[in-house]
């Protein structure tokens, strides 16, 4: 009588070609796009607290600034995205649910309010076209009442609080980082949100720059040693 071999599960040792190098740029990609994040809310010229009118005529006035505040929070994104699929995999290898959880939900909080309008690109398209600074306000106003807009941001807004959260303590029981590290990235979204709702932008970027030195370690972990996950090999 014959018997099929096992497949017997072995830990992955990033041996295969390429294997480093993406476990490199995944390392440094996710704590760089959050560092990216807090450069555009930086140097964006406007107050988040601020009303349309408010927003409309500081953006009219620093066109520039406001362009170069859209496209750091777009590599930002490009770059944040793939980064956190590896450092999901490496926190999912020590705590599947949390880990899973807590990378999807802060992956997809992303992804949606990527979906809705950006209003500083439509507004300096506006502007460089001639449109009024009032006309301006009315587009903004009407787009932000509507439900396509209001339903991703909500989702943003518990998501990616949510995702960092339980992403964090996962981190945090695999021992993967630092304690202290950490707790950085479990605190961090809540910050955000009342950085963002109450118009503080220092307590904003500050909130962005935590879950970086988080990730800056949890990326360290992944370039050196991989995800940790198993494969099955014949």
Known sequence: MTTTPSRTPTVADGT?????????????????????????????PYSTSGSSKEIAADIATHQGITELSVWLWTVGTVMFLPGLVGIGLLAAARSARLGLWGSV?????LLAITATPSLDTVALGAFDKGVSQDTMVKVADGTNALAVVNAPLFYF????????ILLGVALLRGRVIPAWAAWLLIVSMPLNVVGYAGGLRPLTVVSFLMPAVAFGYAGLALARRGTGWARVTA
């Open 16 to 44: 295969a070609a390429g294997t480093g190098t993406a476990r490199l740029l995944a390392g440094i990609a996710a704590p760089l796009g959050l560092v990216l994040f807090a450069l555009a809310t930086l140097v964006v």
């Open 105 to 109: 939900l802060f992956g997809t909080g």
């Open 157 to 164: 807004i518990a998501a990616h609080v949510v995702g960092a």
